[in-house]
C-alpha cells in the first residue's frame, strides 16, 4: 500500500514545497460548488455511479490504467507513476493497485498509515488522509466537495515547515472533462498564494472518455507560465 500513501501525487508535494516560500484569499470550494454546478448544469446523468462520476468515466468501466508523466527538468530521470482501478459491474471501486483504498494502510517500515473514506451518501469524500500513526490525527488529506453528482471543489491539506491548505474551485466543459482547478493556497506564517490547474485533452474512446490529457500547474496567473506540467494517458477496460 506504499503506493495509495505517497500518492498526494509528486504534483502536489512538489507545487507545495516549491510555492512555499511565496505563498491572497478567496472563496472556499463548498461556498461555491452548488451554484456553480448548476450554471454548469453538468449532472450525474451518464455516470453509471458516483465513483466512476468521481473520475469522469463514462460507461460500464471494469479498469482504468492511468499513466502520469512529470515533464520538464523537474521530471528528468523520474519514471511515470503508473496506477490501476478496479470497479465491479455497478460502477463501485473496487481497488487501486490491488488494494482496497478504503481499508486504512500500515506501512510495515515506517509505521505510518493512509486510507479514503466515504460520505454518508457513498460518494468518495476524502483520498490519501495520511498520519504518522493511528493514534494521531491525520496531518495530510485530499477532501472533496460534490455537487449535482459531481466533484466541484476540493481541499488539499498537508505539511510542509508548516501545515499547507489548498481550496480548489473545479470547473468543467460541456462533455463534463475537468478543465480547471482554480484556487488559493495557504501556509504557516506566509501569505496565500493562487493556484491554476489547467487541463487539455486529445482523444476520446467509443464512450467519449478522454485518453491523453496535459494538466499545467502554475502560481503566476491563470495564463502564466507553467511551473509544473504533466502528461496522462488512460487505458480503459469495459465489461
Known sequence: MKTLQYSMTLAAALLAAAMFISCKGGKTAEETADAAADTLGVSKAGYLSSDLAF?????????????????????EGVDPEITVYQFDENGTLLTVNDSDPFTKAIDEDSGTASWWERDSNGNISATDIFTMSLDQEPIGGNHYTWANGIVMGETQTSFFEGQIVTELTY???NQGNLLSKNGTMSCTGMDDQQIYHRYEYKGTDKNGNWLTCLETSNDTGE?????????TTREIIYY
Open 223 to 231: 495564463t502564466g507560465e507553467a511551473t509544473f506540467q504533466y502528461s
Open 171 to 173: 470547473s468543467y466543459d
Open 55 to 75: 473520475f469522469g468515466l463514462k460507461g460500464q468501466v471494469k479498469t482504468l490504467t492511468e499513466s502520469q508523466k512529470l515533464l520538464g527538468e523537474y521530471g
